[in-house]
């Protein structure tokens, strides 16, 4: 997830080296609840991945459009995990929730009619479950 803003094969500088500055300065607690949202997150990207990367998802727009709002919400956040302002990274986080719980609402409904296979059944449980977490991980310490 962290790397959803690649830098050029070219730069020099390690992710601890772009990180740091940022990370002496920033409340450990902000840093700590960032990197647990990151965490459940990943929950999120594989499920995402695995959306858009089923047969289904070329068929199906309404699919494609919630891997699509799954990627938005993590796209959204990149930056701020890279530099590591949990601050910023928080503060979007909150504000896009709402897209990435319309998007699992969204994934929620239509996946019988998709597949009922186990793959996508527990796909949504996954997604269901992380968003979840993730948004009450941002309620809790607001």
């Given amino acids: 997830m962290s790397n959803l803003n690649s830098q050029s094969e070219t730069d020099d500088e390690s992710d601890d080296d772009i990180a740091s500055p940022q990370l002496a300065n920033a409340d450990p607690i902000a840093i700590a609840l960032m990197n647990e949202v990151d965490g459940w997150i990943s929950h999120v990207w594989m499920v995402r991945a695995f959306l858009k990367h089923s047969d289904e998802a070329t068929d199906d727009e309404e699919l494609a459009d919630v891997h699509r709002g799954l990627y938005d919400f993590m796209l959204a956040l990149g930056p701020s995990l890279d530099s ?59």
């Fill in 84 to 142: 590591g302002d949990a601050v910023r990274y928080l503060r979007i986080a909150r504000k896009k929730i709402g897209k990435l719980k319309a998007a699992t609402e969204s994934f929620r409904e239509i996946q019988p009619e998709v597949s009922g296979h186990m793959n996508f059944r527990m796909a949504a449980k996954s997604l269901t479950l992380a968003v979840q977490r993730i948004d009450e991980l941002l309620q809790e310490n607001t």
